[in-house]
Structure formats: C-alpha cells, structure tokens
C-alpha cells in the first residue's frame, strides 16, 4: 500500500510487491487470491515491461503454479508452455528458468493424464539437467526420480525400479546413504517391487529403509515410524501374518505413546491389526479392533465422515463374516443411508453398499429384497462402470462383483417367482467381460476422459481428508459436476457394451421365422434358458447332459433361423 501511494501502482517495485503477495496467500493456502494478485502482476507487467521481459515470464510462470494448486490443471499446462517457449526464445533451453519450465511442463502433463508426453519432456530435462548441472545435481536427481514415478503411471514398474534404483545411486554418491532424500529414494524402491509383487526384494529394501531411518532420525521420528508401517505391510503381502501382527502392533504401540491415541495415523494403524485378525479369520478380534476404531473416528471426525463410514463397512463385513447376517445388514444400510446424504448415489461407496446389501439378502433367501436392492446397484452401474476403468485395482474389484451379481441374479431369475425383472439387466451385462477390454482400451486412450478421471481422484482423496463436512459437501458438488461431464464423455461407448438392451429391443429385430435362445450357466451341466420369438418369450431351466435343442423347443422346429446366444463352456461350441 505504501509503494502505490509513494512510487505508484505500475513501478517496478510496487509490482515486485504484487507478485510477493501472490507468493505469501499461495504459502499459506489461499490460492485464490494468490492467483488474483497474480494476474493483476502479470497485467501490469505486460504492459510496462514487455511480454518477453524475465520478471513477466516469472509471472506467468507463477500463473501456472497457481492454477495447478487450484486443479485447474489444463489451464496450468497451457500457461507454463508459452512461458516454456518464450523461455527458450530469450534465455535459451539450458537456462535454469527454462529448465524450471521443462520441469513444470512434464509434472502438468502427468497431471492431466497425458503420461507419453510428460516422460518425452521429462527426459528431456533429465538430459539438458546431466549436461548443466552434472547427475549429481539435486535438481537432476529430483527429475530423475520423477521420471520413476512416470513411468509407474503407465504400470512401467521395470522401468521405474530401473530409473529409481539408478537415482537411489547417485544420491548415496553426491548426498550420503543417510540424507533424507536418499532415504526417501530408497523407500520408493521397495514400494516399486511391491507394486511388481516383489514382496522378497521389497522387503530388503524396506528393512534397509527402516533401519537407516531408526539410526539416522530415531525409532519415534515420524518418517522411521512411516517405514515400519510399510514394513509390516510388506510382510502382509508375503503372508507372514504373524510378523505383520508384530510390526504393526509395535507400531501402534510406538505411535500411540507419541501422537496420542486420537491420532489419524494411530487409528490407521489399528485398523491394520483389525486387518491382520480378519485375514486370519478371526473375526471377532477384528470385530473389537474395528468399533474401536470406528469410535475413535466417530469423536474425531464425526460419524458420517466417508473414513468413520469406511470403518462402519468394514464392522458390517465382519458381522457378514460371522453370518450374523441382521446385523450385517443393519451397518450397511446406516452406510448406505450417510453415503446417499453425504456423497450421493452415484458414488462407488454409494454402489458398495447396494450391491453387499443386496448379496446379504440373498444369502438370507428374502429374494423380494435382493431383488429390490440389486437392481438399483445395476442402474447405477450402468453409468458408473466407466468411471473405474482408469483405475485397474478398483476396476478389478467392481467387475468381480458385478459378474458375482449377475450368477445370483441368474439363479434367482430361473428359480424363483417374480424375479423376470432380473432379466433385462442379465441381458445388459451378460457379455461385459468379454467386451469391457475392448471398451478399457479405447477409452484410457482419451486424454479428457484422464483427465476426468484424476479429477475424481483428487476429490476422492481430499474428501477423504477433510474433516470438516461443508467442505466434504462442497467438495461432492464438484465432483458430480466432473460427472456429469463424464458421462458426455463416455456415453457413446455404452452401445459397444449394449447396456441399454432390452427384450422389446431384441424381439423388435426377430422375424416370424427367427427363434433365439439365450443360455445362462447355472453350474453342474444345467442351464436356464429364455426362448425368445418376435412375439412371446418363456423361460425353463435344462441340464444338457440329458436334453437336447429338440427337447427344449419341440413346438418351434418350423424356425427358419435358429439364434444362440451361448454362456458357460457353450462358448466352446460350435453350433
């Protein structure tokens, strides 16, 4: 204010000012006025100093930064390439500022999903950085390892361990085996095996980890008390529950001594040991662990927060576990009912909890129910089937639940009364499995649709938390909005999948001289069948060992076309 008044609103250092105070709200988090003073600076600039001016291209750089910190990821990529171009323009490509740029530029093109193009100008930075600054050079050790971490985005582990291991190297040569940054290096490593399933040679290098980090910073410092949780979850994936129990309750032990018991990292902890009980089957160890986590949770974050729901989900699990399945169902509908009224029905908890109360009332053989609820998880599926696509953990998950629906839907739909709603949604998503790789493919290929989906991610993550709940709401309005633009997106990719078929569709294409039979496999050699002509449809169930095509449609044999629609190892046939 004092330079406006003394020196005026456009000298140099009244800018020099502006730009500083952009600087401070991004320091502290308010990103929103850091981008308005900037661009209010970079305005100012232009006109005084000239488009091509260094303290201009500062600015717009800063923009860029400042839109990133937003999630306005594609807007950040579009301002760092012009800085990055006028940059070469002016100072050259092997100046520090352009080399800061090349850097910004890789980070912003991983960011929207472009990850081809963030390794091409990531190795370019890694090369121009080796020649300038030598490969011992923080700032070429920070691009090295972030080359790592591109080539994992594209699940190019080899390649990554490769990158990270080489780096991991060079740290110890130029800042010691024991520099923070080295140690961090080397727990990089062990997680890169991990993702490989290298539990073995993960474990090598998180012991390494763990013990570097105990003598260096302390066994209670917070990174050592980090690296033997991973310790104790890379024992998990080798299956020696017992030194997982090990670890990870001295973890809790060590954790809860220094942080207190209400501590997020404490309860994560604990919700590991609940872990180790479940995976042993002893479910009502894991059962006592979990209400205490979910206790602890529901004082510190509230009880509709989406991580105290998470906990209650994984009580309800249990109780299914222990076929207490009135109180299993009891947990998930109180999930169900805060998911509907904090993160909405479309969201993969939201669908969750459909599809695990539906499978509970099956278990119970209360069909009016499954029956209720499972078509409301295959309605909602119908859209949010793409949205897992990019991401292959979970996606892998979803589609083992929906093909684990469709064989119930399948028997109840052949065995029982009032069910022939079910059968719209078997023929809907009969052939997904078969047809979803195709789909998968073309649509990781779309960079908005990546970009979409990290979107979501990054949501995801912040609700997770967050633990105030107007901002969790805030946070879930925007996330419907990436929605919805989602789905304009991906909607012509549902007629691939045929997830709008119908029986009035299919009967719709049949003459008088056509017959289709669909086939679904009921295991043991029997199969329901629906005989469908242009004008009725019935349905039966057969066991092939002992009838024939004649036997199951004897009246229609004057069929001049005769369709098979084949399931099970029918595939195998040739008709």
Do not use: W
Not at 49 to 55: R, S, T, V
Not at 101 to 109: D, H, K, M, Q, T
Request: with cysteine.
């Amino acid at each position: 204010q004092k330079r406006i008044k003394i020196l005026g609103e456009e000298h140099p250092n009244t800018l020099m000012s502006l730009g500083n105070l952009a600087i401070y709200y991004n320091n502290i988090g308010e990103y929103e006025l850091a981008l308005k003073y900037e661009q209010e600076c970079y305005q100012k600039r232009i006109k005084i100093l000239g488009e091509e001016h260094p303290n201009t291209l500062m600015s717009l750089g800063n923009l860029a930064i400042y839109y990133n910190n937003i999630g306005e990821y594609e807007l950040a990529l579009k301002y760092e390439q012009e800085c990055y171009q006028k940059r070469i323009k002016i100072l050259g490509e092997e100046h520090p500022n352009t080399l800061m740029s090349l850097v910004n530029l890789a980070l912003y093109y991983d960011k929207v999903g472009q990850y081809e193009k963030a390794i091409k100008y990531g190795e370019k930075c890694y090369q121009l950085q080796v020649k300038t600054l030598g490969e011992i050079h923080p700032n070429t050790l920070v691009s090295l390892q972030n080359l790592a971490m591109y080539y994992t985005r594209l699940g190019q582990y080899d390649r990554s361990i490769a990158y990270n291991k080489k780096c991991y190297e060079l740290m110890i040569k130029g800042l010691g085996p024991d520099h923070p940054a080295t140690l961090s290096c080397l727990d990089n490593l062990a997680a890169y095996h991990i993702y490989l399933a290298q539990y073995e040679k993960g474990l090598i290098y998180g012991k390494q980890c763990y013990e570097a980090k105990k003598r260096v910073l302390g066994e209670t410092h917070p990174e050592t008390l980090r690296s033997l949780d991973n310790l104790a979850n890379y024992y998990y994936g080798l299956g020696k529950y017992d030194l997982f129990k090990v670890y990870k309750q001295r973890c809790y032990e060590l954790k809860k001594k220094i942080l207190g018991e209400n501590h997020p990292d404490v309860i994560l902890t604990l919700e590991g040991i609940a872990l180790y009980y479940s995976q042993l089957g002893q479910y009502e160890q894991a059962l006592e662990y979990q209400k205490k986590c979910y206790d602890l949770k529901k004082k510190l974050i509230g009880e509709n927060h989406p991580e105290t729901l998470r906990t209650l989900s994984a009580i309800a699990g249990s109780y299914y576990d222990l076929d207490d399945y009135d109180k299993s169902i009891q947990y998930y509908q109180v999930c169900y009912n805060a998911h509907l009224e904090v993160l909405g029905s479309n969201h993969p908890d939201t669908i969750d909890d459909l599809y695990n109360i539906a499978i509970i009332y099956n278990m119970k053989e209360d069909y009016f129910h499954f029956i209720q609820y499972i078509c409301k998880y295959y309605e909602l599926m119908k859209q949010e089937i793409f949205s897992f696509i990019n991401n292959d953990y979970k996606f892998d998950y979803v589609l083992f639940n929906l093909t684990d629906s469709l064989m119930l839907s399948a028997d109840t739909f052949f065995e029982e009364e009032g069910s022939n709603q079910l059968y719209q949604y078997l023929l809907m998503y009969k052939n997904i499995i078969q047809d979803i790789d195709m789909v998968k493919y073309s649509i990781k290929r779309i960079p908005e649709y990546r970009v979409k989906t990290q979107a979501i991610k990054d949501i995801d993550k912040a609700i997770n938390i967050t633990v105030d709940m107007e901002t969790i709401l805030k946070l879930q309005k925007d996330r419907e909005q990436i929605n919805q633009e989602f789905y304009t997106i991906t909607n012509e990719y549902k007629d691939l999948l045929c997830l709008d078929v119908t029986l009035d569709r299919i009967q719709e294409q049949l003459t008088d001289d056509d017959l289709l039979i669909d086939f679904y496999d009921l295991g043991d050699d029997f199969y329901g069948i629906v005989v469908i002509g242009n004008n009725f449809c019935y349905k039966d169930v057969i066991d092939l060992q002992e009838e024939s095509l004649n036997d199951i449609v004897p009246h229609d044999r004057n069929k001049n076309h005769l369709y098979i629609c084949p399931d099970g190892a029918l595939y195998n046939v040739s008709f």
